[in-house]
């Protein structure tokens, strides 16, 4: 853990568009912190199979049920060294997850299209971006950016910045938050 960086006072929990970035900051952020990383898309393929599979035969409303449940584990176990958790980009859709979310970190991970295309052009294993890829992106941005932005306690935009760079601030602005509590100014 890098001496500037305090020992967690809760989990953070990165959320935001597909391909945002949570993986890759979540697993630096963790490596920074000396925390735990843990992906919801990787648990619940573990758990259920791959996530196209699951939206093919079983439809999105049972992969959103699957990713609550793993949501709602994860937060609820024991994790000594701090936890670092990257969630789906339409699991707080689920006001159920949202709920859970209230004692965490909740970080919003920014990103436009022009951002992620290069992630996602010809991917497929997006079950939610059918045909034209970038309309379809945006489209869910339009519906699910009020969720995102109403439930962050930090937001960054990942645009223009590496995984590592982006892991650093929002390390940086979660201690300087609990400094700012331990010190009895309101954060």
């Not at 001496?3 to 900051?25: E, N, T, Y």
């Not at 093919?56 to 609550?68: N, S």
Request: charged share 25%; proline share 5%; no cysteine.
């Amino acid at each position: 853990m890098s001496a500037s960086v305090r020992p967690l006072d809760r989990p953070i929990v990165l959320f935001g568009p597909m391909a945002s970035g949570k993986s890759s900051v979540g697993a630096a952020l963790a490596a920074i912190l000396g925390a735990e990383f843990l992906d919801t898309d990787a648990l619940v393929v573990a758990a259920h199979g791959p996530i196209p599979e699951i939206f093919a035969t079983r439809g999105e409303e049972a992969f959103r049920r699957a990713e609550a449940e793993v949501i709602a584990a994860v937060l609820g176990g024991p994790h000594p060294r701090g936890l670092v958790l990257a969630l789906g980009g339409g699991s707080v859709l689920r006001e159920d997850t949202r709920a859970r979310l209230a004692g965490t970190h909740r970080v919003y991970l920014r990103a436009d299209w022009d951002d992620v295309a290069p992630r996602l052009v010809g991917s497929a294993d997006r079950p939610l971006l059918h045909g034209d890829a970038e309309n379809s992106w945006k489209a869910l941005m339009d519906r699910r950016r009020p969720v995102f932005e109403s439930l962050a306690s930090l937001s960054v935009d990942t645009g223009h910045s590496t995984a590592a760079e982006v892991a650093t601030h929002i390390a940086s602005e979660i201690a300087a938050g609990k400094r700012r509590i331990d010190e009895g100014v309101i954060a």
